[in-house]
């Protein structure tokens, strides 16, 4: 049995019987039915039976249910960086992180036009309790992600995924795509969790981490949605913050803002791929004796990198100038813009608490500021 028997997506020889399983599953239906509308049921599920890879499932169902998210949803998906991968080489790719799903379904999509490997992609476990749930995510080659875990099992835990990560890249010439910080950023505000990284020195075997991170191949990812489709969810946790008090979930939060994102509008959509990372680790080893001053400094470039790339629109400058009471970034948007702007967090933001607007207007002004600070630094 695998070390990885836990958190492994499925290997190929396992996705024809857990087709067959769930083929009947009311979910599975419904993400048939919106994906090919006018294909009889018959039709579908002849085709998902003769399925006998996570490749074809990935490239015959979740490639088409992803164009017709974007044809109901997006007002399009343009991407940059892509061209500067080898088609034959495995990448992690640490990604700013908005959305549950779309943000690595996007990626996985642009990277099969491409003519590159698909991910495979870390996903928390709290996503995936309903089983349906998880096996489509092990379908869709996900790694599972343990929350919640006591400090031994933590580190227990931590150390499995990043023999996964190791693994999956070096001897599976497999690309991964891991988020920047654990769960979504909720504030706009794209930072690397210096944790993220220390569990990725872990799977260093000969102790050279600046040979292993170079040779992890990390490329920073920006992901900027025009409209953040589930920013009116993020409210009760960025007022709890606000108010400094603990924010407890309710039971099937998760599930509705999964699916909140994936058919919530988004306007226009940027995925950026930044260079991968290498020269910088000789620089920051030789300067940095301590494990935590080195993990800084890599967090710090990676930041800089996704918020040097993440893609600013209407909606962004718009709240700055809300925010701050001014039209300093007028030239950005129109008045249709901005008139649409305010009706989206007026319709769903309490105006009279000024707690409340101001932490929205901040979720998309944020990355203005944190740009303005990269390009001065």
Not at 204 to 230: A, M
Request: net charge neutral; hydrophobic share 40%; glycine share 4%.
């Amino acid at each position: 049995m695998s070390k990885f028997e836990a958190i492994r997506p499925y290997y190929d020889s396992e996705v024809n019987d857990a087709l067959a399983q769930y083929a009947d599953h009311p979910m599975m239906k419904a993400i048939m039915h919106f994906t090919f509308p006018d294909v009889p049921d018959e039709e579908w599920r002849s085709q998902l039976l003769r399925t006998h890879s996570i490749r074809d499932f990935q490239v015959n169902f979740i490639y088409q249910a992803v164009l017709r998210v974007l044809e109901r949803s997006a007002k399009g998906l343009t991407t940059s960086g892509f061209d500067k991968l080898e088609k034959n080489s495995a990448y992690l790719f640490v990604s700013n992180h908005r959305d549950i799903i779309l943000d690595t379904s996007l990626l996985n999509a642009v990277l099969y036009e491409h003519g590159c490997k698909m991910t495979t992609s870390a996903i928390g476990d709290n996503l995936v309790k309903k089983p349906f749930l998880r096996a489509l995510a092990k379908l869709t080659r996900s790694f599972i992600v343990h929350r919640g875990l006591s400090s031994r099992a933590m580190l227990e835990s931590s150390k499995l995924n990043s023999e996964y990560i190791r693994d999956s890249i070096f001897y599976e010439n497999r690309s991964v795509w891991i988020a920047q910080r654990e769960g979504r950023t909720k504030d706009g505000n794209d930072l690397t969790q210096k944790g993220v990284l220390k569990m990725l020195s872990m799977g260093c075997e000969d102790g050279n981490l600046s040979d292993y991170f170079k040779r992890l191949k990390i490329v920073p990812v920006s992901i900027s949605y025009e409209n953040d489709p589930t920013d009116l969810q993020k409210m009760p946790e960025l007022l709890a913050k606000a108010r400094s008090e603990a924010y407890v979930k309710d039971k099937n939060e998760d599930f509705r803002t999964l699916l909140s994102g994936i058919m919530g509008q988004k306007k226009r959509i940027h995925i950026a791929l930044g260079e991968v990372l290498q020269g910088e680790f000789d620089v920051i080893f030789r300067e940095e004796s301590s494990l935590n001053r080195q993990m800084q400094r890599i967090a710090e470039e990676i930041d800089r990198v996704i918020i040097s790339n993440f893609q600013l629109w209407p909606t962004n400058y718009v709240a700055v100038d809300l925010l701050n009471n001014s039209d300093e970034y007028i030239s950005h948007y129109t008045p249709e813009d901005k008139a649409a702007f305010e009706r989206r967090f007026r319709a769903g933001v309490d105006k009279e608490n000024p707690v409340a607007v101001q932490s929205f207007l901040a979720m998309y002004a944020n990355p203005v500021f944190n740009k303005q600070r990269v390009l001065i630094s």
